[in-house]
């Protein structure tokens, strides 16, 4: 039985209860969260897994590499998937074939002895097949929610939620393996997605997206326009990704050289806990100007305070610093995902939310690499700048793009002026 799509919903007092109060939100949303935590559980509960099962740290290293790099290198092809054929049709099989495979990890982790090939392939079978729950949430937030206000509200409600899945995770795992094998949050990964997946892709609103395949053909958009939204929305995600994967290595380093390493979880907590308190506030307060603008401006904002960051006298100092750069870390994300929405069509608002994520991650892999060479060969004041200089860069590119685009605006409407007032003579 096909269900038609909702209607657009009126327009409500704009607020993150009339976000939840939308047709089908708080089922859809729950189920996408509970399938999403698998993320937060399967990456760490690999790792032990592994080392558990070869007794090498080298192996387990190789093989959570594997499974992030499919899992981002493919995000995009997965989420093209889901715009052709629609959630409802294209998330089960990814769904199934995800859970399926970290139940197969997780029963030949469990028995020692294992081929380290063997669970290297497995993990990277595994991060092929992982579903982009969270592409597709945002974009059936686009579809749900015709209001740019409550829109905004959601996404953010979206990114602190997913920020404190990833607090929230690793804990999990640590309760785990209090009773049971390291194998046991895999299998706890897989129950994850296999509940909530199958749950969120079951619910009517998913199941009401048809699918570009059975889509009637949509007007063509503007595809200079359309590409240089989407571009800045992934470079300024990219930016991101780069200044957080450096900075989380080098808060340990900082920590570990004041002599005061029990300071860095607090700081990392700190990060999320400000990024948490800057995403809601975001979502709550009416902004002025472009979504471009506010994300150069978010950028050179957490770009300028965590390159201050590394001047800090004292450990104490540096978690505070972290935590204010913290308020301007979902804020940002959020408005890179709303970026990417505005600029492209519907049919392929998975895709460009993909886009965003995929860059956000790779940035983060890239630069965690790229820091932990340069720690001990830099001073860290100098690392902290390093790290601080994509959103800065990035930042300052889009302030200019903006300023030229108002400047070309102007001159045109002066044009358009005189050429009036000529006919007018």
Not at 319 to 332: D, M, R, S, T, W
Request: charged share 10%; aromatic share 4%; proline share 8%.
């Amino acid at each position: 039985m096909s269900v038609s799509p909702p209607a657009p919903t009126p327009a409500p007092a704009p607020s993150y209860a009339a976000v939840l109060r939308a047709p089908h939100a708080r089922r859809t949303f729950g189920a996408a969260l509970l399938g999403r935590l698998s993320y937060a559980t399967a990456p760490l509960s690999l790792l032990l897994s592994v080392k558990a099962a070869t007794g090498s740290y080298a192996t387990a290293g190789t093989a959570l590499a594997a499974f992030g790099l499919t899992s981002v290198a493919l995000s995009p092809a997965r989420a093209s998937l889901v715009d052709r054929y629609g959630p409802g049709r294209a998330l089960p099989p990814l769904v199934l074939g995800y859970g399926a495979l970290l139940t197969a990890l997780a029963v030949v982790c469990a028995r020692p002895g294992t081929p380290g090939a063997v669970l290297v392939a497995l993990s990277a079978a595994a991060g092929t097949a992982t579903p982009p729950l969270g592409p597709v949430m945002r974009a059936l937030w686009s579809r749900l929610l015709a209001d740019r206000d409550l829109l905004r509200r959601a996404y953010s409600l979206d990114t602190v939620a997913e920020e404190l899945l990833f607090v929230t995770g690793p804990l999990l795992v640590g309760l785990v393996l209090l009773a049971a094998a390291p194998a046991a949050g895999l299998a706890l990964g897989a129950a994850l997605i296999l509940t909530g997946g199958l749950l969120f892709a079951a619910s009517p609103l998913t199941r009401s997206v048809p699918g570009a395949a059975a889509a009637p053909a949509a007007a063509p958009a503007a595809g200079g326009r359309s590409l240089r939204g989407l571009g800045r929305a992934v470079a300024g995600s990219a930016a991101l990704g780069l200044c957080l994967g450096a900075v989380e290595l080098l808060v340990v380093a900082f920590t570990d050289a004041a002599g005061r390493p029990g300071l860095m979880p607090w700081a990392m907590a700190a990060l999320s806990a400000g990024s948490a308190v800057g995403g809601l506030l975001f979502g709550a307060v009416p902004w002025r100007g472009s979504l471009a603008t506010r994300l150069a401006v978010l950028g050179l904002a957490l770009g300028a305070v965590l390159g201050a960051t590394g001047l800090a006298p004292h450990p104490y100092v540096l978690v505070a610093g972290v935590a204010l750069g913290g308020l301007c870390v979902a804020p940002a994300l959020t408005t890179a995902y709303l970026l990417a929405d505005e600029a492209v069509a519907a049919e392929r608002r998975t895709r460009a939310g993909a886009w965003v994520n995929t860059a956000f991650n790779a940035g983060n892999t890239a630069a965690t690499a790229g820091a932990g060479l340069l720690v001990g060969r830099l001073p860290l004041a100098v690392c902290f700048a390093l790290a601080a200089l994509p959103p800065v860069l990035v930042g300052l590119a889009g302030v200019l793009a903006t300023a030229r685009g108002r400047a070309r605006s102007h001159r045109g409407a002066a044009q358009q002026g005189q050429r009036a007032l000529g006919g007018a003579a």
